[in-house]
């Protein structure tokens, strides 16, 4: 999720981005030019970064799946993921002047898919834009040794796909020390265990099947994995250990022989949706390693199936996570196709009504409702402005607000007591004990995770967003959060609306807007949205579930 700010900062570089030839291939640890996918790069600060990537239609490894039971062909997950650890890799040698030489750990990855149709095999090759935000530096001796990056991969500007992981690196020469004794064990032989058969791990060719000897016995369900070293498709240089994005397919290949052992569902019926892996110590080349099921831990969320997995070598744990995969079929994409952008209002639709929000603040601080409202309209009416507007626009601080609010109850009503309300801090104690509206999260949560593309669209205040958005708790489920505070412009005013439609890249007619104030709503559709107005969750829901599934 980026805010709006963020967003023009992103597009003034987007346009620098080239796709006409691939980036220096020492960047990414590639010997192979052609195994180099990202294109171009741009700073747009010091943790912000954008690049750009060309997809390829056909790779012997990453692209080797068959179609899809719903007649499609989508690019490969593992493609997706490759591209985030190039992006990872080149990023610290290109930005943060970490020598070529240096190794590098990866400790864990989160990657989910946004938008798969958006992701489907076309006659061009897909040329996707991808957002990097770095985080949580680590420092070592006050060196700069690892971080977090967070990065989203768009389409047309859609987001289709993010990963968050972290990683850190070392000096060569303390690798060495550390792998020493590794590096001198042989490698396994690995001829006398049976690969799975490539159709039910969703594979083509036999040599991407990585896992075999697979065996169900007591609800556990295990494969061993197969390190095939001389393939370079899979194995573009040598390695002292076995890859994250090894594991992470070997994961994928059991997660799916699970699924039919349990679900009885053929792997072209499924694609990776989410992944969530913590990579606890070196999976070693020298030691059989097998992935591990519990059938019985396997659950199912709509079209979503979780699978529980480890990866364990020498009886210890070295990989631990979970496998999301998506179940797809003609009749989802008959529903409705995921291009509309879906904005939900945040004031009486993610919280409580602000009836209700005002009733709390009286039992808080004593002031009546209908004071406190009128001294809102009284600070506003002086600057010829709706009643929110000067905080929702960032006109004034929310302590330039709050200490007009006390001179403006102090002149109109002076008998009210207003030593209890902070009101140069009104939004700590405004949403002190205030929850969410858990239907509507839950409402925004499982679209994402169906493939529609959801935001947020709300009038808000600068000093207030820490205390609404950790309430929700929606930042890594929507793709924009578009704030009046930093737009300086807030419904029902067409220019906020026109706005959104620029960060999300839609036209007013793919937008549908669900908010609890009638003007709003009129507002939106007279600019060609279509409108939702939140009566309760029972009512928008059904309305909701009409529209995206085309139901009367």
């Known amino acids: 999720m980026e805010n709006v700010h963020m967003d023009y900062v992103y597009q003034s570089q987007e346009n620098k981005l080239s796709f006409d030839g691939s980036l220096d291939r020492r960047y990414v640890h590639r010997q192979a030019i052609n195994e180099v996918f990202i294109t171009d790069s741009q700073q747009v600060d010091s943790n912000h970064f954008i690049f750009s990537a060309m997809l390829p239609k056909s790779h012997m490894y990453f692209n080797d799946l ?126 006398d265990i049976k690969p799975a058969d490539c159709a039910s791990v969703g594979r083509i060719f036999p040599r ?36 994250g994005m090894f594991i992470i397919e070997a994961c994928r290949q059991t997660a799916l022989l699970a699924v039919r052992a349990c679900k009885a569902l053929p792997a072209n019926q499924l694609l990776l949706y989410n992944c969530n892996m913590s990579f606890q110590q070196f999976c070693e080349l020298s030691s059989p390693a097998k992935c591990i099921v519990s059938l019985r831990e396997i659950t199912l969320t709509g079209t979503l199936i979780h699978v529980p997995i480890s990866v364990l070598q020498n009886d210890i744990i070295n990989t631990v996570g979970t496998i999301t995969l998506k179940v797809v079929n003609a009749t989802e994409r008959g529903h409705k196709e995921k291009t509309d952008f879906y904005w939900f209002d945040f004031g009486g639709v993610l919280s409580p009504p602000i009836s209700s929000l005002f009733d709390l603040y009286y039992e808080k601080t004593g002031i009546p409702v209908s004071q406190l409202q009128a001294a809102m309209k009284s600070v506003a009416d002086d600057m010829n402005l709706p009643m929110l507007a000067p905080i929702e626009n960032a006109i004034l601080t929310e302590q330039e607000w709050g200490s007009r609010l006390r001179e403006t109850m102090a002149r109109l009503f002076p008998e009210t007591d207003t030593r209890r309300a902070q009101l140069e801090h009104f939004g700590q104690q405004w949403f002190a004990h205030v929850t969410a509206n858990a239907a509507m999260v839950k409402q925004i949560t499982d679209m994402r995770d169906a493939g529609y593309r959801v935001g947020i669209l709300t009038n808000n205040v600068i000093e207030w967003r820490s205390y609404w958005q950790s309430m929700v708790g929606l930042n890594d489920v929507v793709e924009h959060i578009v704030d009046s505070c930093e737009a ?65």
């Not at 859609?158 to 020493?180: E, H, L, P, S, Y």
């Not at 169900?216 to 370079?232: E, G, R």
């Not at 009512?539 to 085309?550: E, V």
Request: hydrophobic share 40%; aromatic share 10%; net charge neutral.
């Open 208 to 243: 991407n099947v990585v896992i075999g000897d697979a065996r169900a016995k007591d609800n556990i369900f295990s494969a061993t994995l197969i390190v095939d070293q001389s393939y370079s498709s899979i194995f573009d240089h040598p390695l002292d250990h076995i890859p």
């Open 66 to 191: 068959p179609e899809l039971t719903d007649g499609h062909r989508c690019y490969d997950a593992m493609l997706l993921l490759e591209v985030f650890r190039q992006i990872s890799i080149y990023v610290t040698h290109k930005y943060y002047d970490v020598p070529l030489s240096a190794k590098f750990i990866f400790n864990n990855a989160e990657f989910k898919i946004l938008n798969y149709p958006l992701l489907e095999v076309m006659q061009k090759p897909l040329q996707p834009v991808i957002k990097v935000t770095i985080t949580n530096r680590k420092y070592r001796k006050k060196i700069l040794a690892g971080y977090t990056l967070e990065m989203t991969l768009l389409i047309n500007n859609a987001a289709c796909a993010q990963k968050k992981m972290g990683i850190g690196w070392m000096d060569d020469t303390v690798w060495k020390k550390i792998r020493a004794k590794n590096e001198s064990q042989p490698s396994l032989n690995y001829n």
């Open 488 to 552: 300086r412009c807030r419904k029902p005013d067409p220019s906020f609306f026109a706005l959104a439609e620029q960060v999300a890249g839609v036209t007013p007619e793919q937008c549908v807007l669900i908010d609890d104030l009638a003007e709003n709503c009129l507002a939106a559709e007279k600019r060609g949205w279509r409108a939702i107005q939140f009566l309760n969750n029972d009512d928008c829901l059904n309305k909701l579930h009409a529209l995206t599934y085309g139901e009367e």
